[in-house]
C-alpha cells in the first residue's frame, strides 16, 4: 500500500528531513512524496491532486500556509493536513486548527516524530 504525501515548505532542508524521517512511521508501507516551494503551488497540487497527507508551512513565499489552508477551507476541500512550522505566534495553532488542519507542530531538529504519531492515529492514517 502507498501513501500520497506533499511536503509543501520553502526549505529543501525540511522537505529532505521529512523525506528521510516520515518512513519511520509508516513500517511496510510506500511513501510517495510530492514536494512544493510555496504556497501557489502547494494550494494548486491540493486542490487538484489528492494526498493522503499533507505537510504544510505557515511561512512561503506568495501565500502562506495560512491563506492556503483559508482557500481550501472556502473551497470545500478536504485533506489531512499537518501544519509543521517554525512560527510561534499566538494563538497560530488555534487558527490553523479552525480552518481545518488536522494537526499542529513546532519544527525542531531533530523531528519529534511522537506528536505526529498521534494525530496521525486520530485522524485514521496510521
Excluded: C, W
Amino acid at each position: 500500500m502507498s501513501i500520497s504525501v506533499l511536503l509543501a515548505d520553502d526549505s529543501k532542508f525540511i522537505r529532505k528531513a521529512l523525506k528521510k524521517d516520515l518512513p519511520a512511521l509508516f513500517p511496510g508501507k510506500e511513501l510517495m512524496f510530492t514536494e512544493a516551494a510555496n504556497g501557489v503551488q502547494a494550494l494548486d497540487l491540493i486542490s487538484h491532486k489528492g494526498f493522503d497527507l499533507v505537510f504544510l508551512d505557515l511561512t512561503m513565499p506568495e501565500k502562506t500556509g495560512y491563506q492556503v489552508l483559508e482557500e481550501l477551507k472556502e473551497k470545500g476541500v478536504q485533506a489531512t493536513i499537518i501544519v509543521l512550522t517554525a512560527d510561534i505566534q499566538p494563538g497560530a495553532e488555534k487558527i490553523v486548527m479552525d480552518l481545518g488542519a488536522s494537526g499542529y507542530i513546532k519544527k525542531e531538529r531533530p523531528l519529534n516524530l511522537a506528536p505526529l504519531d498521534q494525530i496521525l492515529r486520530d485522524g485514521g492514517i496510521l
